[in-house]
């Protein structure tokens, strides 16, 4: 192991830090003369900013939204989050108790790892991977391994055979609906079968679903997702957040657990932040409790997105043809594809950057050095007539840098 941490006085932890591959790209491609295809960004285009301001207006003559709160969330907004768990689980009741309020999703899946995981403890994630997990799974200095996703899903045959060979994982994070990055999502079926295995071995499943609500109409694959994996096991953590469908400024994340690992939780964010923001969680209980508006927003993100999906993929296609195999999304807000004809994403961006278009290579995903060939690519942030150019500009890098090599 290396030591860089004592030399700098800092503790040892510090040592195995590294930054987000995407959160990187994002600030070198923040160019106006760059279509950014890299982020996991809502269309700022379609963020309520309207009903926000007004949601923001209403709360603030408040006195219980200008304090701070209860450590496990604004108890408005635990409220309407129960009761919506409750809907997505076909009306099983949801208790108040049992869901905390955090700092955007990303702050659960910390507090998350620093209740449930210790140093060496084996955590299985997806193959290809969110890289937020990844990040929080190392710093929480965890054992790393990770099953591949196909088009149902997480394999969990796959993770019923390393089980079966003695892997005794703590913690299995999966991304079901409209997985980041792969776009898939898992079948009930696995839901199933995963949920038994951690019934069976005792490991906590984290069901981290932020693009559940994004789903699109289309006939080839239905719509909608599966009922949440939670629906099968108690050991199931299920966390949401108001990031996509709302706005990633509110920071407002939660999830779903039973008592011992609230408890828990609750402890640790004492210590982190105290509680978070009255403010900007009673704006988010306002709108997620006005059913009409929230059920009109949420049709429009769904058509529009659909709409931009398709205009991405149809262009990549019309762009490579066959040496190019592209996902077709049926939710969220990326597609991923694999080039057949060798190229490297990794290589393919420098050019792609010089040419005015960025998009994260398969790399960043990989817990190995898989995904050379694979990148995703971001529909949500702009418009047919955008995407469209960003596509053309990344078969002008690409034959630019083919003719290099
Ligand atoms: C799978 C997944 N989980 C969690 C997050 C964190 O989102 P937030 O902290 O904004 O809720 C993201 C963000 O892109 C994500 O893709």
């Avoid at 003559?61 to 408005?76: F, I, K, L």
């Avoid at 702050?107 to 991977?129: F, R």
């Avoid at 599966?226 to 050991?235: F, K, L, Q, Y």
């Avoid at 996902?327 to 694999?338: D, E, I």
Wanted: charge should be negative.
């Amino acid at each position: 192991m290396s030591t860089t941490y004592r030399s700098a006085g800092l503790a040892r932890r510090t040592d195995s830090l590294t930054s987000s591959a995407i959160r990187d790209l994002l600030a070198l491609t923040a160019r106006d003369d760059v279509i950014g295809l890299a982020g996991g960004l809502p269309a700022t285009d379609l963020i309520p900013v309207d009903r926000i301001a007004a949601a923001a207006e209403a709360v603030l003559r408040r006195p219980d939204a200008v304090q701070y709160c209860e450590t496990s969330g604004h108890r408005s907004l635990r409220g309407v989050i129960a009761a919506r768990e409750s809907l997505v689980r076909g009306g099983a009741p949801v208790p108040v108790e049992s869901v905390i309020v955090t700092h955007g999703s990303q702050q659960a899946l910390t507090l998350l790892a620093q209740a449930l995981i210790d140093p060496g403890a084996v955590v299985v994630v997806d193959e290809p991977a969110y890289t937020g997990a990844l990040q929080v799974f190392s710093i929480a200095e965890a054992s790393i391994e990770s099953i591949p996703i196909t088009d149902t899903g997480m394999d969990t045959d796959e993770l019923e055979r390393r089980l079966t060979a003695g892997l005794r994982p703590v913690v299995v994070h999966t991304v079901a609906n409209f997985h980041n990055p792969r776009g898939v999502t898992m079948s009930e079926q696995r839901r199933r079968h995963l949920a038994a295995l951690a019934d069976r071995y005792g490991f906590w499943v984290i069901e981290d679903d932020p693009y559940g609500e994004i789903y699109f109409d289309t006939t080839e694959f239905g719509i909608g997702a599966p009922p949440p994996i939670a629906c099968h096991s108690d050991r199931v953590i299920r966390l949401s957040s108001a990031s996509k469908i709302l706005a990633p400024t509110l920071r407002v994340g939660w999830f779903v657990a039973p008592p011992s690992v609230c408890g828990a939780v609750e402890l640790l964010k004492q210590g982190a932040d105290l509680c978070g923001s009255s403010m900007t969680q009673s704006m988010a209980a306002e709108m997620l409790a006005d059913t009409p508006w929230l059920d009109a927003h949420l049709d429009v993100l769904r058509r529009e997105y659909a709409c931009r999906a398709t205009a991405l993929t149809s262009a990549l296609v019309a762009e490579f043809g066959d040496r190019l195999s592209v996902s077709r999304p049926a939710g969220g807000m990326f597609a991923w594809a694999t080039f057949l004809d060798g190229t490297d994403t990794g290589e393919l961006l420098d050019a792609a950057l010089d040419h005015g278009v960025a998009f994260v290579p398969g790399t960043a995903f990989a817990t190995g050095a898989q995904y050379r060939h694979s990148l995703r690519l971001s529909f949500a942030g702009s418009t047919p007539t955008v995407l469209a150019e960003a596509v053309r500009r990344l078969g002008s890098a690409h034959s630019a840098s083919t003719r290099a090599t």
